[in-house]
């Protein structure tokens, strides 16, 4: 793994950080209301569209640059260290494209990819359920074939900015008789019918940054199906390995901004000099250090097998691990301000609570990486 960039590497990046110097986004938006935050975001993610740099990895016969994933790897670094917010569809385009063009049929391709680019129609993610949890395999909303439609009814929960969204990337049972990993199908659902529900769930941040889905007899053309009938495990797993890699240079870029922002308060404060801090400081620098080439590493496995590996999960894991550790180290060294509502470290410290729940929880990244990374045995259940 060679961390030098090569001269076209280091032209794409000097592009990117010209253009995000001469394109700041607008101020974000101060009323508190999530739709105005929302507006704001899409706007941004338009702009980017604008100018060419919505998804650079995406093909070009699909809107993007067809960069590599070195250049792929810069951009979302870049995007972080500017720190500009994540665009408002960041779902369609980390997960939802990227599953279309594995699987999608030519007509889907053609059909969503575009306003997936544009912001103009936005996705979120319907996989996990009140009583599956990280378990997809053990999800019970069913589908059943009427005609030359699905009949979708059940339960989905923690879906990110389905309150926004037009599309739902669905996975539901459409065969209870055989194992229970085989007999789900991935479909498109649109969101705007009075046959899904959606229900905001208020965090402890104050926002409503997930929902409830409440799905009874909703209709899903045959035609939004994904990868056929049954397939829905693998489809899904697709989309599982793209959450996990999509933005870990990002997470990594935005923990690094943190630390140094905590280390120069410490130094402000006298507090470098107290061995206590010093050394938790220290093993936090060790940390993004570690994230960092982890996610350069899961590169290789991207340029490798052409999507990325179970190794995103390690990435995830360690993140939420460090950020966790981070908010709370800096609740000491910046003090009130950090328990101060409506602080920017208020929201950090809260906000990192739910980073070992979402995309994974980290029992279940655990278990993934010491079987499917290490190649260690299953546990078996005790008889």
């Given amino acids: 793994m060679d961390l030098t960039f090569t001269p076209e590497q280091t032209a794409f990046r000097d592009e990117l950080r010209a253009w995000l110097a001469e394109n700041p986004p607008e101020a974000k938006p101060t009323s508190g209301d999530e739709h105005d935050e929302f507006v704001w975001r899409r706007d941004w993610q338009r702009r980017l569209y604008d100018g060419g740099w919505a998804a650079p990895s995406w093909p070009t016969e699909y809107g993007g640059r067809g960069v590599k994933p070195v250049e792929s790897a810069i951009y979302f670094e870049e995007i972080g260290r500017a720190r500009v917010p994540f665009s408002a569809n960041t779902l369609g385009l980390l997960l ?23 912001a103009e129609e936005i996705w979120c993610q319907g996989f996990s359920e009140p009583d599956a949890g990280s378990d997809l395999a053990a999800l019970k909303t069913r589908a059943v074939k009427d005609g ?28 209870a008789d055989v194992p229970k990993h085989k007999g789900l199908t991935y479909f498109l659902m649109d969101m705007e019918q009075d046959a899904v529900q959606v229900r905001p769930l208020r965090q402890i941040t104050g926002e409503a940054e997930f929902n409830e889905l409440f799905i009874e007899e909703a209709r ?37 901004q ?75 060294i910046v003090g009130p301000e950090a328990l101060t509502a409506g602080t920017d470290w208020s929201y950090e410290f809260l906000r990192a609570r739910g980073n070992t729940i979402e995309g994974g929880t980290t029992e279940v990244l655990k278990n993934i990486v010491a079987e499917r990374v290490l190649g260690l045995p299953r546990l078996k259940a005790a008889a």
């Fill in 220 to 256: 899903v053309p045959d035609a939004n199906v994904v990868g056929g009938v049954g397939n829905g495990w693998k489809v899904a797993l697709t989309t599982l390995m793209n959450e996990r890699a999509g933005l870990g240079f990002a997470l990594q870029i935005r923990l690094r």
């Fill in 96 to 118: 939802g494209g990227p599953t279309l063009m594995v699987w999608g049929t030519d007509e889907q391709k053609e059909r969503y990819l575009p306003p997936i680019l544009s």
């Fill in 148 to 175: 030359d439609e699905w009949v979708v009814t059940g339960q989905k929960v923690w879906t990110s900015g389905a309150q926004f969204a037009k599309w739902c990337m669905l996975v539901a049972r459409t065969d």
């Fill in 258 to 332: 943190l630390l140094d922002d905590t280390i120069q308060t410490a130094a402000e404060r006298g507090l470098l000099e107290d061995p206590l801090y010093g050394d938790a400081l220290a093993e936090l620098h060790i940390r993004c250090e570690t994230l960092r080439l982890l996610a350069w590493k899961g590169l290789t496995d991207a340029e490798r097998y052409g999507q990325p590996g179970p190794e995103g999960s390690l990435v995830k894991w360690l993140w939420s691990d460090t950020n966790q550790r981070l908010t709370e180290l800096a609740v000491d």
